[in-house]
Nanobody, 115 residues
Framework: VQLQASGGGLVQAGGSLRLSCAASGFNFKINTIDWYRRAPGKQREVVATITSGHSTNYTESVKGRFTISRDNVKRTVYLQMNSLKPEDTAVYYC??????????WGQGTQVTVSS
């Protein structure tokens, strides 16, 4: 199982970024995929979730600004992040949880939002 996150970078407040998570090694289309983030000095939190049926869920602080989507042909999940704020600064990870007996995490991609 591999999850490869990319697309992070440095952006000014109000800007946008699109993160990608390329997956391999498991039955992608039937699994829920999550985006998490860990900000400096804070606990990791789930940001967005997309199910196999394309149902989505977001943490309150990103609702209306972030959009999660998936392309089952490309085996990729996206996180479109608009109206970014400095408090969105974090390392973002994609994950597939409870796959068999364990959780799998991507390597993370840094998002830095300057004020």
């Amino acid at each position: 199982v591999q999850l490869q996150a990319s697309g992070g970078g440095l952006v000014q407040a109000g800007g946008s970024l699109r993160l990608s998570c390329a997956a391999s090694g498991f039955n992608f289309k039937i699994n829920t995929i999550d985006w998490y983030r860990r900000a400096p000095g804070k606990q990791r939190e789930v940001v967005a979730t997309i199910t196999s049926g394309h149902s989505t869920n977001y943490t309150e602080s990103v609702k209306g600004r972030f959009t999660i989507s998936r392309d089952n042909v490309k085996r990729t999940v996206y996180l479109q992040m608009n109206s970014l704020k400095p408090e969105d600064t974090a390392v973002y990870y994609c994950a597939v949880l409870r796959l068999g007996t364990r959780d799998y995490w991507g390597q993370g991609t840094q998002v830095t939002v300057s004020s």
